[in-house]
């Protein structure tokens, strides 16, 4: 059974970096042909996507947060971080990480949960000095 848990801090202050790691447990990020994502949704707000790290290492981040955003792995620990810099009140919400077969991207499907093969539960970031 695969689950994906997210771990990190509950509370961030404005301007700093928001990490947040995303562990998987009965199976590996190393896997073929699989892209591990991270999705947010702000208070009040829908989905929005934010990018996803491949098997393979490489990576892909949303335009709008690029200058701001890199994804991380430990495979040791079968891990994936998300590294979210200068953070504001804007940057709040639950973050999910998730999986799948396809490229999230290409296949038009960044937004649609029910399309990832995996889903964490997310972990709510409140921004807030």
């Known amino acids: 059974q695969v689950q994906l848990r997210e771990s990190g801090p509950g509370l961030v202050k404005p301007s700093q970096t928001l990490s947040l790691t995303c562990t998987a447990s009965?199976?590996?990020?190393?896997?073929?042909?699989?892209?591990w994502s991270w999705i947010r949704q702000p208070p009040g707000r829908g989905l929005e996507y934010i990018g996803y790290?491949?098997?393979?290492?490489?990576?892909y981040i949303t335009p709008t947060l690029e200058s701001r955003t890199s994804i991380s792995r430990d495979t040791s620990k079968n891990q994936f971080t998300l590294h979210l810099r200068d953070v504001t009140p804007d940057d709040a919400g639950r973050y999910h990480c998730?999986?799948?077969?396809?490229?999230?991207?290409?296949?038009?499907?960044?937004?649609?949960?029910?399309?990832?093969?995996?889903w964490g539960e997310g972990s709510y970031v409140t921004v807030s000095s």
């Open positions: 998730a999986g799948t077969t396809r490229d999230p991207v290409v296949a038009g499907i960044e937004l649609h949960q029910y399309e990832y093969d995996y």
């Open positions: 009965g199976y590996s990020i190393t896997t073929n042909l699989h892209y």
């Open positions: 790290i491949t098997w393979s290492g490489s990576t």
